[in-house]
């Protein structure tokens, strides 16, 4: 009988939980936001005027997120450094440099699988901080007051709320930047182990001896490859730029336009989507730059 009245208490309690659920869900679409926030493809500027070259206009709201991601890992890497010193004093290590450790030797294996172990430790640096950098900015979108806490100003000539935050690698002008720093980080390791001979990659004019009567026919085809392989370096940047950046601001959109329509339970799956999400899109950078770099450092 005990037991029957538990299982009875049991069901009971979940129904409850169950139509307290649909009850919420069925309150966001009746009762629905009143105003969907304004969604701008650039950032906003806030309107904190400073006396520094490009800023006198305002700043934009994506920099004090980046800002704040780059001190926090700069901040996990300070105590991480601080954990190894004291279990090197004390030989016991601590559950926060363990965890750290993990993290590290994950990654670092993985990069060391797909380019080998002596390249593995010159990339894993870069690598490694592409990945956690857009890793927590992507994130950093789903924190509570990213795009609700802001001031009131002028945008596009009418009177908003300007976000004071906003996800870094929500911006085109974030990524892009990512994208430059990668392609010339690439064409850097292509001169270092290659030398000179990397500039046949994009400009050679020759071909093999033994041609025959093709020989100018080659040449000529040959430099026309190197020229698409030139331009493909700055599509590439293009291409890296907009990748990331397309996904992250869906996602953004996807998640304001979803809580302006629905409220509580719904707005929480697509959060867990975009956890997913933004940890793939942090990988597949890294993961292509990583493969960039291998491919710069080969002969041709």
């Not at 590439?236 to 979803?258: C, D, P, Q, T």
């Amino acid at each position: 009988m005990e037991q029957e009245k538990k299982k009875g208490s049991g069901c009971l309690v979940k129904l409850i939980i169950g139509l307290a659920a649909l009850a919420l869900v069925g309150y966001g679409f009746i009762m629905p936001g009143k105003e969907l926030p304004a969604i701008s493809l650039a950032a906003e500027l806030i309107p904190w005027h400073l006396p520094i070259p490009g800023f006198e206009n305002g700043i934009p709201n994506t920099l004090p997120t980046a800002i704040i991601t780059s001190l926090l890992l700069i901040t996990i890497a300070f105590f991480y450094h601080r954990a190894a010193k004291k279990a090197e004093e004390t030989g016991k290590e601590s559950r926060y440099l363990v965890a750290i450790d993990a993290m590290y030797e994950g990654i670092f294996s993985f990069v060391e699988t797909t380019v080998g172990k002596e390249n593995a430790t010159l990339f894993f640096p870069i690598i490694g901080s592409f990945f956690f950098f857009i890793l927590f900015s992507n994130w950093s979108g789903l924190l509570p007051g990213m795009g609700s806490i802001g001031i009131y100003g002028l945008h596009h000539g009418e009177k908003t709320l300007i976000p004071i935050f906003r996800s870094p690698t929500a911006d085109l002008s974030t990524t892009i930047g990512l994208a430059v720093i990668t392609q010339v980080v690439a064409q850097y390791y292509g001169f270092k182990f290659q030398g000179k001979r990397y500039l046949k990659k994009f400009f050679n004019f020759t071909a093999d001896p033994d041609s025959g009567a093709l020989k100018p026919v080659l040449s000529i085809a040959n430099g026309f490859a190197g020229i698409l392989e030139l331009i493909s370096e700055f599509i590439k940047v293009l291409s890296f730029g907009f990748r990331l950046f397309g996904n992250v601001f869906a996602g953004e959109v996807l998640l304001m336009v979803i809580s302006f329509l629905t409220a509580f339970l719904v707005v929480d799956i697509f959060m867990a989507l975009e956890l997913f999400v933004g940890a793939i899109q942090a990988l597949i950078f890294s993961m292509l730059s990583l493969i960039f770099y291998q491919m710069a450092t080969q002969h041709h």
